[in-house]
């Protein structure tokens, strides 16, 4: 299964933070609590009971490799007929 990074949208007073998954999951932790308040890593402070809707901003898949971006090397010809002569031997067999 993918990870995620995640970028949250916090709208409070029409004005916008933006909040990474740990600091969401913090924040979810501080309104089950009956927090009044919830402090960002920015150093936002963040009223609890004026937050109007908390939306998902961004989703990017961590650690996914970008086009072109491989360090793979190509397989040799020898190599290639051993791998190709292992796959028929493992067909025969089924």
Do not use: Y
């Not at 600091?23 to 937050?51: C, P, Y």
């Not at 090397?73 to 791998?83: D, G, Q, V, Y």
């Amino acid at each position: 299964m993918p990870q995620f990074d995640e970028q949250w949208l916090v709208l409070i007073n029409r004005k916008e933070f933006v909040l990474d998954e740990t600091e969401k999951l913090k924040l979810e932790q501080a309104m089950k609590n009956s927090d009044r308040w919830f402090k960002t890593n920015k150093g936002d402070i963040l009223s609890v009971s004026h937050i109007e809707t908390v939306l998902l901003h961004s989703r990017t898949i961590k650690n996914r490799l970008e086009a072109g971006n491989t360090n793979l090397e190509p397989i040799s010809p020898e190599k290639w007929e051993k791998l190709k002569k292992n796959l028929k031997f493992v067909k025969s067999m089924l």
